[in-house]
């Protein structure tokens, strides 16, 4: 099985989700509400340095019908350094940095790596994963129309607005806070091909340290 690479990360927040019914109140009210428990949120999500955390990535294809069911390691350091690790069925790596981005996979062993001063797409995608791992949401009600779907544990759906580029691929991002509104619990990303991919979190750890080879992409045994 080959895993898609720097785009694969970008489509699981363009920028790496409709379990409950939609709260009842009028779209001002609504976005007033909206707003407030997504500031609410980014006051106690926020407010962390480094993140270590494991995941279970599990992808829906349209097409068929089995899942892709994938397990790793994501390390983040703000402002901007993000290390995706994915240790099976198959592995690969990814750092992206304001400065690169560096990768390598199992099928070429090979290391790739890509400056981004030149290229506004993939600086695009660090601030967009960036954003949704930090959780300060307020800047993305400019280009997605939110709304909650659940006050508790919270829920929130994001769906692209028209111009955003996103829209493009993702029809809807869903994520879903932890009961002690400290973190995601998992994020569903279901995109216009009718695929799905949802990610959830387990174990995470704020403000540990982290090593440096945590943020290495190098060959792996």
């Known amino acids: 099985m080959r895993i898609k690479k720097i785009f694969t990360i970008y489509l699981l927040f363009p920028c790496f989700l409709f ?3 939609a709260v ?18 980014g006051e106690k999500v926020s407010n962390f340095k480094s993140l270590k955390t494991n995941f279970v990535q599990e992808k829906n294809l349209a097409i068929f019908k089995n ?10 350091q703000k402002p901007n350094k993000i290390a995706w690790h994915v240790d099976e069925p198959v592995k690969y790596s990814v750092l992206i940095t304001d400065k690169s981005i560096r990768q390598w996979d199992e099928d070429t062993n090979q290391i790739q790596e890509i400056a981004l001063s030149n290229n506004p797409v993939f600086q695009n ?6 954003v949704w791992f930090s959780g300060d949401y307020i800047p993305l009600m400019k280009e997605y129309d939110v709304h909650m779907l659940q006050k508790s544990p919270l ?11 996103a829209g493009k691929i993702i029809k809807s991002i869903t994520i879903s ?5 400290r973190y995601l619990k998992q994020i569903k990303i279901l995109e216009i091909s009718g695929d799905s991919t949802t990610i959830i979190f387990k174990d995470t750890i704020f403000n540990a340290p982290i090593d440096n080879l945590d943020f290495e992409v190098k060959r792996r045994v």
């Open 177 to 181: 806070v932890r009961d002690d509104e």
């Open 125 to 130: 995608v660090l601030k967009q994963l960036t």
């Open 67 to 76: 899942k892709i069911i994938l397990r790793g390691r994501i390390y983040l």
């Open 24 to 41: 009842s109140l009028t779209e001002a009210n609504e976005a007033s509400d909206v707003h407030d428990m997504l500031r609410g949120l």
């Open 19 to 21: 379990l409950v019914s």
């Open 155 to 165: 829920v929130f759906e994001f769906i692209p607005k028209k111009g955003n580029v």
